[in-house]
């Protein structure tokens, strides 16, 4: 889980402060906030398996679980999430591309 995370927070903070350098016409607060957000929907997720697998008795709380009964669903729903925070890295770093690009180019 700390893989993702770490690396989540890290692109975060580089987003953030890419945010600040952008021009003063251009609001920052609700961009970023958004940003955020949306991470916070991964944690929660992520928090909501490890929830799961621990009621089931997985010795992992993320991961592998060879359990009898373990739902099928609940591997669907970790492949999801792993593609959403890798859709997230790709979107943040192109937005911190172009937070970047208007900071240098469109300065007023």
């Not at 890295?89 to 300065?107: D, G, M, P, S, T």
Request: charged fraction near 10%; include cysteine; charge should be positive.
């Amino acid at each position: 889980m700390f893989h993702w995370i770490l690396p989540s927070l890290a692109l975060l903070a580089v987003l953030g402060l890419s945010y600040l350098a952008r021009p003063k016409p251009s609001p920052a607060k609700i961009g970023f906030t958004t940003w955020c957000v949306s991470l916070q929907f991964f944690i929660i997720g992520m928090l909501g398996v490890g929830l799961i697998h621990t009621h089931l008795g997985c010795p992992y709380l993320l991961g592998d679980c060879y359990v009898d009964g373990y739902p099928r669903w609940l591997e669907y729903i970790q492949i999801a999430l792993v593609l959403y925070v890798y859709g997230w890295w790709i979107a943040a770093a192109i937005q911190f591309l172009f937070n970047v690009y208007n900071a240098i180019f469109k300065r007023r």
